[in-house]
């Protein structure tokens, strides 16, 4: 699953993590969430920096927007990903939380795409 130097990780082939799913697996002794969000992939360590929940099993969506009472409106391309615990959001992009980023960051890994594989940098 490791390349030579060990950092490169097949977790899956494409067409088995459909948008809103999510694969969890354990690489080096770490829990690593690999998301599918509307065909874009992301990949956390699977341990919000709050309270330790399992932070993949949070929902990943668009960003609210300011609006006004009864309307919710989504950012335009900011994903974040949203603890399950304690609603805590995270930048999918860089990790960095929302309220705090100074503070307090989920930690992200590279995701691309070969031959059909999705792989992860560890």
């Known amino acids: 699953m490791a390349d030579a130097n060990g950092s490169r990780h097949v977790v899956c082939r494409v067409d088995e993590l459909a948008p809103g799913d999510r694969r969890i697996v354990e690489i080096g002794g770490r829990s690593i969430g690999v ?3 509307e065909g874009s992939f992301y990949a956390f360590r699977n ?3 709050h309270h330790g929940a399992q932070i993949c099993l ?3 969506s668009k960003m609210m927007a300011p609006s006004e009472p ?3 409106a989504l950012s335009g391309d900011q994903v974040v990903l949203r603890c399950p615990w304690h609603g805590y959001e995270f930048d999918a992009a860089t990790g960095e939380a929302i ?3 100074e503070r307090m960051r989920v930690r992200t890994y590279p995701v691309t795409v070969e031959a059909d ?3 992860i940098q560890v």
Do not use: M, R
Request: charged share 15%; aromatic share 12%.
């Open 35 to 37: 998301l599918n969000f």
């Open 70 to 72: 009864h309307t919710y």
């Open 117 to 119: 594989e999705i792989v």
């Open 47 to 49: 341990v919000c920096p």
């Open 58 to 60: 949070g929902d990943l």
């Open 99 to 101: 309220i705090d980023p």
